[in-house]
Nanobody, 123 residues
Framework: QVQLVESGGDLVQPGGSLRLSCAAS????????IGWFRQVPGKEREGVSC????????YYADSVKGRFTISRDNAKNTVYLQMSSLKSEDTAVYYC????????????????WGQGTQVTVSS
């Protein structure tokens, strides 16, 4: 059974850092694309970053480029999202998702989702 579990969300001050984890079970990570999305109440879920199944290439939304880093530890079957220089507009519930499209930033391109972890950036 495919399962994704996010963790690491917290309250952090602007300019601070957090590392989110997405622990996977029921499948082998390196055969799939893993994406990170975020959502705030009243808005659509938006793609933040993804790491490709084909060669581990990484992709970022313009809003987080240079501040967020996605990585994958195949031995732990875990994907991470290192977030730095956090801004108030980064506040959201963050979700990881699994898909088979090599590079994917759209919700419909993913088949399985975690339950989400809350990130709040506030002083």
């Amino acid at each position: 059974q495919v399962q994704l579990v996010e963790s690491g969300g917290d309250l952090v001050q602007p300019g601070g850092s957090l590392r989110l984890s997405c622990a996977a079970s029921g499948f082998t990570l390196d055969y799939y694309t893993i994406g990170w999305f975020r959502q705030v109440p009243g808005k659509e879920r938006e793609g933040v970053s993804c790491i490709s199944s084909s060669d581990g290439s990484t992709y970022y939304a313009d809003s987080v480029k240079g501040r967020f880093t996605i990585s994958r530890d195949n031995a732990k079957n875990t994907v991470y999202l290192q977030m730095s220089s956090l801004k108030s507009e980064d506040t959201a519930v963050y979700y990881c998702a699994l898909g088979t499209v090599v590079v994917a930033f759209e919700v419909y391109e993913y088949d399985y989702w975690g339950q989400g972890t809350q990130v709040t950036v506030s002083s």
